[in-house]
């Protein structure tokens, strides 16, 4: 699976943005897709992930702000962010687990990754 993530950017504390991840074959509904971020000096970490069955995981920190979403005609995951925060700053990775590990908030159950894309939140 090849995943290529776009969409970042610079935007001022409690606007939006929507990443997107494309993806080389259909994903949604087969594998666990996940978004995670990682932000200098940070380890990386878990922003959304949903199971092939549908059942979806937020961090508590992004909970009520972020939504993941697919366009299924297109291969493509969506991440809309809202309610920016300058904690938000990171760089965001789409991920895909084929194997559908249990651990869903554990970065080495993926085994695809977009290339990344840099989200900049100023306050």
């Known amino acids: 699976v090849q995943l290529q993530a776009f969409g970042g950017g610079l935007v001022q504390a409690g606007g939006s943005l929507r990443l997107s991840c494309a993806a080389s074959?259909?994903?949604?509904?087969?594998?666990?897709v996940a978004w995670f971020r990682q932000a200098p000096g940070k380890e990386r970490e878990l922003v959304v992930g949903?199971?092939?069955?549908?059942?979806?995981y937020y961090a508590d920190s992004v909970k009520g702000r972020f939504t993941i979403s697919e366009d299924s005609a297109k291969n493509t995951v969506h991440l809309q962010m809202n309610s920016l925060k300058p904690e938000d700053t990171a760089v965001y990775y789409c991920?895909?687990?084929?194997?559908?590990?249990?651990?869903?908030?554990?970065?080495?159950?993926?085994?695809?990754w977009g290339q990344g894309t840099q989200v900049t939140v100023s306050s």
């Open positions: 991920a895909v687990d084929i194997q559908r590990s249990v651990a869903i908030s554990s970065a080495s159950s993926y085994d695809f």
């Open positions: 074959e259909r994903i949604f509904g087969r594998y666990t």
């Open positions: 949903i199971r092939w069955s549908g059942s979806t």
